[in-house]
């Protein structure tokens, strides 16, 4: 059985990575979603990933629970390490990662792709205001960090999410799952 592709989604807050990842997921149902573990209370996560306490995470991390782990916008994420079961099964799957760690995938998966799904600064700012989740001064920091650049020599696959859901989709299918584009 071949292997499947760890694909990480990437880009800047706002980009609507995880509306993406959802709704090619209910499109394609052998993509998976990778559930993330982050430290911010259930109610305040805004997509479906466990929210932990700092010190819960750090225990979690400890015993190995996690196959990446990272630091950003004064948080902790992690990508459970279930995560390999699922690629070893054959299933891609789909991650939101930030674009800090994207060096180290080469290193941990066998198959993995990049994704970066990006938008203009005005409807990055849109809707990341609309989601009512950061002050004014987090939503600012996190515009700041719209232009993080990728490490040198990786290849992302780059969808402008300025349209339509379905023109999102389209792209993303188009470059990942060219049969049904």
Same mark, same amino acid.
């Given at each position: ?6 694909? #990480? ?14 709704? =090619?997921?209910?499109?394609? %149902? ?6 993330? $573990? ?7 996560? @805004?997509?479906?990933?466990?929210? $932990?306490? %700092? ?8 015993? @190995? ?17 279930? $995560? &390999?079961?699922?690629?070893?099964? @054959?299933?891609?799957?789909? =991650? ?8 180290? &995938? ?8 990049? $994704?970066?799904?990006?938008?203009? %600064? ?6 990341? #205001? +609309? ?17 993080? +650049?990728? #490490?040198?020599?990786?290849? %992302? ?12 989709? #389209?792209?993303?299918? +188009? +470059? ?6």
């Amino acid at each position: 059985m071949k292997q499947g592709r760890f694909i #990480a989604v990437v880009g800047p807050s706002g980009a609507g990575k995880d509306t993406v990842m959802e709704a =090619a997921c209910s499109r394609h %149902p052998d993509l998976r979603r990778v559930r993330r $573990v982050i430290t911010r209370s259930a109610e305040a996560v @805004g997509e479906d990933a466990e929210g $932990v306490t %700092p010190e819960a995470f750090e225990e979690m991390a400890e015993l @190995g629970a996690f196959v990446l782990d990272w630091r950003a916008h004064g948080l902790r994420y992690g990508i459970p390490v279930g $995560v &390999l079961d699922q690629l070893e099964a @054959g299933n891609d799957v789909l =991650a939101n990662l930030s674009r800090s760690v994207l060096p180290q &995938l080469s290193q941990i998966f066998q198959r993995s792709r990049i $994704v970066l799904i990006t938008a203009s %600064p005005d409807v990055l700012a849109g809707r990341i #205001a +609309a989601r009512g989740r950061e002050t004014a001064e987090d939503q600012a920091k996190r515009l700041k960090r719209a232009d993080f +650049a990728l #490490a040198d020599g990786l290849n %992302p696959i780059v969808i402008r999410n300025e349209g339509t859901l379905d023109q999102a989709v #389209a792209a993303f299918e +188009a +470059a990942l799952i060219p049969e049904s584009a």
